[in-house]
């Protein structure tokens, strides 16, 4: 079975979601016979390549919430994470576009280490206060997944990948996502947001046992109430 994920590095709810995920995946018993494979999305492709301030300044004013809101909810989103064993650092958090960062997971895809890459940026990103936008870090994280920082800094310095980020994107906008994470089970089901495992399991069950046209389960990323019910998203308008 495949399971395809929308994601951006640049998503507090992504890493979440896919920690989540992983929990459930180890409880299925056909774990052994799922594919994991990532996509590209941008919730945010008109962010500058880097903004001189901290996330919550710039969500601030480019969402036009006081800030004090912002950091209530870097403060909610923080203890979900810390839930998952993440320890999140919104003051340290490197305001950057992540167009570049997905190009990245695209090469570390043809390496075979996308969903290890996938991890270190975001832990990178969200924990550790590294620029997602910086060749060099970019280069760092390849060696330290065998890949030649020689090789990361000429895809990085071209425009290799470009494309392919374009086309996660635009398959996500044909699929209907309109946040992220987003989860498709075997082009058959779709589930919106960092869900339960609970919910991932019976997804995962479900779409081993059944081949339906995609339906979205659970999770509606336009709901302003999402986070509530635990399937919290990102979109292009701010995070639940």
């Not at 075979?112 to 620029?131: I, K, N, P, Q, T």
């Not at 994280?141 to 920082?149: E, Q, T």
């Amino acid at each position: 079975m495949r399971i395809e994920i929308w994601s951006d590095i640049a998503c507090p709810w992504c890493f979440i979601g896919k920690r989540r995920f992983e929990t459930a995946l180890e409880r299925f018993d056909h774990k052994d016979d799922v594919d994991v494979t990532w996509h590209s999305y941008q919730l945010d492709p008109g962010l500058p390549e880097h903004f001189d301030g901290s996330e919550a300044e710039y969500l601030s004013r480019s969402k036009g919430m006081p800030i004090e809101q912002v950091k209530q909810m870097f403060d909610h989103v923080s203890a979900q994470a810390e839930g998952e064993g993440l320890d999140y650092d919104f003051d340290s958090i490197v305001v950057a576009n992540s167009f570049t960062a997905h190009r990245f997971l695209h090469l570390a895809k043809t390496q075979g280490v996308m969903s290890e890459a996938e991890e270190a940026l975001l832990s990178g990103h969200f924990e550790h206060g590294r620029d997602i936008s910086d060749h060099d870090y970019l280069a760092e994280v390849g060696h330290a997944l065998g890949i030649d920082p020689a090789l990361t800094r000429r895809v990085l310095d071209s425009d290799e990948f470009v494309a392919e980020v374009e086309a996660d994107i635009a398959e996500a906008r044909a699929l209907g996502v309109s946040g992220v994470p987003f989860f498709v089970f075997d082009r058959r089901y779709g589930i919106s947001g960092a869900q339960s495992p609970e919910t991932f399991v019976e997804a995962l069950e479900t779409a081993w046992q059944e081949s339906e046209k995609l339906t979205v389960l659970a999770g509606d990323s336009t709901r302003s109430d999402s986070a509530a019910h635990g399937g919290a998203v990102c979109g292009p308008d701010g995070c639940d």
